[in-house]
């Protein structure tokens, strides 16, 4: 008999065909993009590999699940008290701290090393030697500091730099140089040269990057969130930047998504608008994740990203 | 009695600052920015900090000469035998590696994150979400590995990516996955997504990056040249670039330096010009090393970065 998998996911058909193409034994696939899809074949599937929101509906329905491999990180739907939990549930882990590490210093360094008036001079063929700045001995302020924030932090120490945290309480990551927990978010961000927002959005976080926080940076300060769009005062931030007195802001996330047509941060020199791109899971990545547990799976070994339920991650 | 320094550097003056602000104990400084003036104030320096070449015509006037601090890493002209080596030598080392990783990855995350093509549609106020390319599981080549070399392996590494190092003979890195020796430098180029030329100038690395090795790259790939300008064949790279059968060029150094008025690179749309400033040593950082020494040097502890003279480095 083989293992039945439903693949419950908007890339179902670029899953599928990764999966495919990694010729795994007794395995039969069916992929859908819709719930509506699903349902008609949901009977007798016993690995779900998909998204938590959509395969939260379907649960009911799948007698013989015992396993779901998320293709993200957040799992909270399948949290909720109420829902069954006799099954194996993955997540994905591990995976958005790179990107956002690639994100974050791919924009400080196009900066620092000025590439757009570099091509602007290059337009009129004038050898710009106009020095770089470097990375080396800058502070960084990471606002949150959880496994995105960790792997920042690592990367900004790779690159020299001075790593400060700002937590809730917990200090637990090496790469960070010093931590600051609430109400000490001033002596936090007093002189950072780089503010990185990374905190989930909670009652504690609404607008914590407010006019204070932005009058603390250094002037040449860039500001970046890859957090939520709702811990930024954005009226201030306008402000700020309207007045030269932040450098500029990376903006991947905002209030409201997409961004408004007309929103005055559309037609700032000094704002940079990224679209929610920052760290789009990679379905290749997302795939070998579930191709590598499907082996474990099928060879009755332990799975990689275990979610315990009673734990929530 | 203080101890007699003479900074001489065309940055003598913005060094001067920096040590100035240290306010180092019993020191005496002394700034020129060329020989002439330096001539006049020689007698009684017991210190030099400056560049090699200068300091090299001043060698017969410094009867107290017990030690210079060269701003650079190379000290050849001060390593010719027949000159004066009753002297500590110390130079810089260490910092190349870092301004070279900043300005490599830089530019590949520059391209890898879309930043041009998204600062287009921002112009445009379109909501752009095409997904970034990652850095992982991406292949780098490091045509040489020495501590430069190095230090982008290790930033690779940090990235996630694979590393293949092209050297006459070494493999002591132990960042790179896999070592390629002549005359398989096909090989090593064959289907890498990033290529950095890292090499010094010798008989044998003259135009080593030529038609072949360039058709051996990926057609996405990106060529980086941070070596010397004769590492490459600008008429095979330049055909290469306008076919597009490779994505772009990064060049920081050229067959003839500045780069002539009118050549064809500067108008390619795929190719990126940088004027020799990828590494940079920063007055800031080499100051730094200066003061660490100096405050080395008056408690009779070991300078570090010591050059011997017998071995060259």
């Known amino acids: 008999m083989p293992h039945r998998l439903l693949i419950l996911s908007a890339n179902a058909h670029q899953y ?20 509506v899809q699903a349902a008609l074949i949901s009977t007798n599937v016993e690995i779900v ?4 929101g959509l395969i939260r509906s379907l649960l009911p ?7 779901v491999q998320a293709t993200w990180a957040g799992v909270e739907p399948l949290l909720a008290a109420g829902l069954r939990h006799n099954y194996l549930l993955t997540n994905i882990r591990g995976v958005f701290g790179p990107l956002m590490s690639e994100y974050v210093f791919g924009y400080i360094l196009f900066h ?23 990375l080396h001995n800058k502070t960084i302020g990471l606002l949150g500091v959880g496994s995105i924030g960790a792997h920042l932090a690592q990367t900004a120490r790779h690159f020299g ?7 809730r309480s917990s200090e637990d990551c090496e790469y ?34 407010n006019h204070d926080v932005l009058a603390a940076l250094d002037p040449s300060a860039l ?38 047509e007309g929103h005055p941060f559309w037609g700032m020199p000094n704002v940079y608008i990224t679209s929610h791109t920052a ?31 009673e734990r929530g991650y």
């Not at 620092?112 to 470097?134: F, G, H, V, Y």
């Not at 927002?197 to 909670?202: G, K, Q």
């Not at 795939?287 to 332990?302: C, G, L, S, V």
């Open 223 to 260: 500001f970046i969130n890859v957090g939520r769009g709702s811990l930024v005062d954005e009226i201030a931030l306008q402000r700020h930047l309207q007045a030269n007195q932040i450098r500029a802001a990376i903006l991947d996330v905002f209030q409201n998504e997409p961004l408004a």
């Open 161 to 167: 730099m001075k790593v400060r945290g700002f937590t």
């Open 61 to 67: 329905d799948l007698p013989n699940l015992a396993w």
């Open 112 to 134: 620092e090393r000025r590439i757009l008036q570099r091509l602007a001079s290059q337009k009129k063929q004038i050898w710009d030697n106009t020095p770089p700045r470097t």
């Open 16 to 35: 599928q065909e990764i999966i495919e193409r990694a010729k795994l034994p007794d395995i039969e696939i069916q992929a859908c993009t819709s719930l």
């Open 176 to 209: 960070v140089d010093k931590y600051y927990h609430p109400p000490k978010i001033i002596g936090f961000a007093d002189g950072l040269d780089y503010l990185v927002a990374v905190l989930p959005n909670t009652p504690q976080t609404v607008k914590i990057v």
């Open 279 to 309: 760290a789009l899971s990679d379905p290749g990545e997302t795939a070998e994740i579930f191709i590598k547990n499907y082996n474990r799976f099928i060879q009755n070994e332990p799975l990689e990203n275990l979610v315990l339920f």
């Open 49 to 52: 590999f998909g998204e938590p």
